[in-house]
Structure formats: structure tokens, C-alpha cells
């Protein structure tokens, strides 16, 4: 099993920063890809960006392009999401996930990941 540990959540005005990290425990020698996906109050959960482990390749939704930024340690067992120019839209509990490889490899789709943490909000005001 792994267990994921996400913090750095927080109050934030719009065009603020956030840095968000995700701390995985237990079997990380399983983990194939991280990725945060967030869940607004009466809506889905979406992705937003997700890195694999080798070769550190990331991959973003649209909506945060060129905003948002995830990246892992040496060990690659914390990931981060740094967020910047921050927009009232981006409120929502962002979640931490790990895929382990064992089906679907779609990086958007939440049935890719085996494990989630438990989530931490982010509130934008404008």
C-alpha cells in the first residue's frame, strides 16, 4: 500500500501563489506516476497534472497551463504542485494520487490511480 500526505492548502487572493506537496509512504518503490487532481464544491473531480516517476514527464489540463507547475523530489516520493496567478475558479480541495501501473494509463482519468490522499483546500478569493 502506499499512503499519500497532501499540505500547504490555504486562503489565498487571486493572482496569489500556493505551493501544495504531496508526501507518499509505505510500497513508493510501486509508484509509476503522481499526479493532483481537484474537486470544486458541487462538481467532479478533475485532473490537473500529473508526472511520472522515470524520466519525470508531466503532463497538464488546459486550465492551468503555463500557471501551474508540478514537480517531485530526488526520491521522487513528494510530489509538488506550485501554483501561481491564481484565479477564484482554481478554489477547490486538490487531491494527490498514485498510479502503479497496473491498467489503465490514461493520466486523466481518475480509475488510472490506485491510491489518493485524503485532500487539502485551496480557496482563491477574488
Known amino acids: 500500500q502506499v499512503q499519500l500526505v497532501e499540505s500547504g492548502g490555504g486562503l489565498v487572493q487571486a493572482g496569489g501563489s500556493l505551493r501544495l506537496s504531496c508526501a507518499a509512504s509505505?510500497?513508493?518503490?510501486?509508484?509509476?506516476?503522481m499526479a493532483w487532481f481537484r474537486q470544486a464544491p458541487g462538481k467532479e473531480r478533475d485532473f490537473v497534472a500529473s508526472?511520472?516517476?522515470?524520466?519525470?514527464?508531466?503532463y497538464y489540463a488546459d486550465s492551468v497551463k503555463g500557471r501551474f507547475t508540478i514537480s517531485s523530489n530526488n526520491a521522487k516520493t513528494t510530489v509538488y504542485l506550485q501554483m501561481n496567478n491564481l484565479k477564484p475558479e482554481d478554489t477547490a480541495v486538490y487531491y494527490c494520487?498514485?498510479?502503479?501501473?497496473?491498467?489503465?494509463?490514461?493520466?486523466?482519468?481518475?480509475?488510472?490511480?490506485?491510491?489518493w490522499g485524503r485532500g487539502t483546500q485551496v480557496t482563491v478569493s477574488s
Open positions: 509505505g510500497r513508493t518503490f510501486s509508484i509509476y506516476k
Open positions: 508526472i511520472k516517476r522515470s524520466g519525470g514527464s508531466t
Open positions: 494520487a498514485v498510479d502503479q501501473a497496473r491498467g489503465s494509463s490514461t493520466s486523466y482519468r481518475e480509475v488510472t490511480y490506485d491510491y
